[in-house]
């Protein structure tokens, strides 16, 4: 069942949803080749709280962590580790915030030292497949919009798209009802109405579309070994038009990039 949210409500969520991108920010600001990202993780946890939060993964289904660091292959839900980031790597950060009973959830992808252009466009064109789905977010218009807007751009431009993984409604739950497929037909699926609120989160792959998960229970990595970028805002329907409750703008300020998305 779709809970619509009320103005205040969606304030709410988008208070939760800037702590997180300032808790991203803070994280850019740390990401280089050497660093562990269980050390980053830690930091995290303590920025959150710092701000009034609680760190809205740890403990969620039980995940024993505040990020989720899906480095290079891992497409989501990696576990951060040991083991330190090497120039090249891209990792893809996701981050929850519950704060006055709300929560906010979004993500970025990070490039760590020197990247291969070609890895450099995956993230580029994920970037777009996110601002081309939130634009589809407006009243009238249904998830398959939304939807086929993501994957008609990932695929014109020869990437997979992800099937079993996708975006959520967001409030009071980390995970509400709709689910928000990155793939899908024009005019097909619930239509979108005011309040509506969502994690659109495309998960873009450099090779096939296939995943597969790794024994830790979480890991999900492409079944071919090649690379994966992910971008999430959470976005809400307000005066009929979408509204970006969380930004990017801090973790450009703090990579010093100019940026208009």
Known sequence: MIHYKS????????????????????VATELKPGVIPLEI????EVFIRDHGGEPGFLGLYNYPNTLIFSVNETVVHGLPTTRPLEDGDIVGVDCGVKMNGYYGDHAYT???????????RLLKVTKECLYLGIEQ???????????YAIQKHAEDNGYGVVRELVGHGIGKKMHEDPQVPNYGMRGRGK???????LAIEPMINMGTHRVVQLKDGWTINT???KPS???????????GQPQILSTFDYIYEALGINQNV
């Not at 969606?10 to 808790?23: D, N």
């Not at 970028?229 to 005066?239: M, S």
């Open 229 to 239: 970028a992910h971008f999430e805002h959470n976005v809400a329907i307000i005066n």
């Open 110 to 120: 990070f490039e760590i030292g020197e990247v291969a252009p070609e890895v450099k």
């Open 223 to 225: 079944a071919d070994g």
């Open 191 to 197: 239509k979108f109405k005011e309040g509506l609120v």
């Open 7 to 26: 103005k205040e409500e969606i304030e709410l969520i988008r208070q939760s949803a800037q702590l997180v991108s300032k808790t991203l920010a803070m």
């Open 41 to 44: 993780d830690k930091m995290a």
């Open 137 to 147: 977010l407006i009243t009238g218009n249904r998830m398959g919009d939304l939807s």
